[in-house]
């Protein structure tokens, strides 16, 4: 009996590590600093919008983009569905929501923005970029 619990205990880790190990290298793929270029919508440029040049990252489990923080939008913890993206949402108490989904491939990342101001006015944007290495970040 004592033989078949043990045998059930390490079924049970080795189960949860399969499990787990595919989040934890999505997470990987992300981690640290990249910089993208934002492109509007066709929608959103008849709003007024214009392209834009950002730099997030992903750190201790937390997301945040320096455009929007110098707008006042707090960084947040991000998720990373079974497909490999990610999906972070930043709030505002005065200018809104926005929605960051993005994927990493053919040594970049890209994705997709969506800013729901307190109006109700909807930004779309698309991002494509790369990874900021750590050696540029150190001479900033």
């Not at 499990?19 to 492109?39: E, K, M, N, S, Y």
């Not at 569905?81 to 990493?104: E, I, M």
Request: hydrophobic content about 40%; some cysteine; charged content about 15%.
């Amino acid at each position: 009996m004592r033989q078949l619990r043990f045998m059930l205990g390490w079924t049970a880790v080795v189960l949860l590590s399969m499990l787990i190990t595919p989040l934890a290298r999505a997470d990987d793929a992300f981690a640290g600093g990249w910089q993208v270029h934002c492109t509007p919508r066709s929608a959103t440029v008849a709003l007024g919008a214009d392209v834009f040049d950002d730099g997030f990252l992903f750190e201790n489990n937390q997301f945040s983009a320096q455009a929007y923080a110098a707008m006042g939008f707090t960084p947040a913890g991000y998720t990373v569905d079974s497909t490999g993206k990610f999906t972070a949402t930043l709030t505002s108490t005065d200018r809104g929501t926005v929605v960051w989904k993005g994927r990493v491939g053919n040594g970049g990342i890209y994705g997709w923005i969506t800013w729901t101001k307190p109006d109700g006015t909807i930004f779309k944007y698309t991002y494509t970029g790369s990874a900021v290495s750590s050696e540029a970040s150190a001479m900033d």
